[in-house]
């Protein structure tokens, strides 16, 4: 399980973001695209590290939303 951020770009785009995988982000033009897109993103984020013999992060789940 990962946690994930998503938002709305300036062209309207959602981004979804991973913050336990760096540099693991893709976007779609709903909500529902973008999660699906992360989704394989991981996926595949995931298997080029196992293919590396590189160590998983773990998702520390310990964010926090603060609004301003």
């Not at 981004?15 to 760096?22: G, K, N, T, W, Y």
């Not at 897109?37 to 789940?61: H, M, Q, R, S, W």
């Amino acid at each position: 399980m990962r946690q994930i951020l998503l938002h709305r770009d300036e062209d309207g785009f959602w981004v979804a973001e991973c913050p336990s995988l760096p540099g693991c982000a893709t976007q779609g033009e709903s909500k529902e695209e973008a999660i699906e897109n992360i989704k394989e993103a991981i996926g595949g984020y995931l298997d080029v590290l196992k293919g590396d013999g590189k160590p998983i992060p773990d998702d520390p789940f310990d964010y926090q939303l603060i609004a301003l």
